[in-house]
């Protein structure tokens, strides 16, 4: 059973005890790694090996939401899982600059009742001092730029994405 503080200094993954000071990203092919693990599991996602190179402060956006903290970055997560059948993800490019690594990717998913589909992508993560992530920011375009030029609907397309998607 995986069991993780995030504010503490110890953490118990997969049954071995881990110092606070291991869960910290050295390389960007570290990252895409932990990253690629997120989704290439059987069935749900599982971030519970990612979760400990969070800063407890982390800052996420992205083009549905904006969430500030451990705590409702982990209920996203937790709320993502609940509503996906699937999900795959193909990190295809990574660069590093000093401590902010950019990720390009490919995304498929599946949701309960609509067919499987691809979103294309790309996630800065800052890292802070400790090698911790302090903000991840996601970019891409859902459903197209098309929704949202279309008079009267792009509001109601953005309260969708919040109400399902954030």
């Known amino acids: 059973?995986?069991?993780?503080?995030?504010?503490g200094i110890t953490y118990t993954i997969k049954g071995r005890q881990c110092s606070n000071m291991e869960y910290t990203i050295q390389s960007k092919e570290q990252l895409k790694k932990l990253w690629t693990d997120i989704y290439n599991t059987e069935g749900k996602p599982?971030?519970?090996?990612?979760l400990p190179y969070y800063d407890d402060d982390?800052?996420?956006?992205?083009?549905?939401q904006?969430?500030?903290?451990?705590?409702?970055?982990?209920?996203m997560t937790e709320r993502l899982i609940a509503r996906s059948n699937d999900l795959k993800m193909d990190?295809?490019?990574t660069a590093r600059e000093g401590n902010i690594i950019?990720?390009?990717w490919e995304m498929s998913l599946s949701f309960k009742k609509y067919?499987?589909?691809?979103?294309?992508?790309?996630?800065?993560?800052?890292?802070?001092?400790e090698g911790k992530i302090i903000e991840q920011r996601d970019y891409y375009d859902l459903w197209g730029d098309i929704f949202d030029n279309i008079p009267h609907f792009g509001k109601a397309y953005?309260?969708?994405m919040h109400k399902k998607f954030g």
């Open 115 to 129: 067919p499987n589909s691809s979103v294309y992508g790309s996630s800065r993560v800052t890292l802070n001092d």
């Open 46 to 50: 599982d971030w519970s090996h990612i």
């Open 91 to 93: 990190v295809k490019h």
């Open 66 to 75: 904006k969430i500030y903290g451990i705590e409702d970055f982990k209920a």
């Open 102 to 104: 950019f990720l390009e």
């Open 58 to 64: 982390i800052y996420f956006c992205d083009s549905v």
């Open 1 to 7: 059973m995986t069991e993780s503080k995030i504010h």
């Open 158 to 160: 953005r309260k969708f």
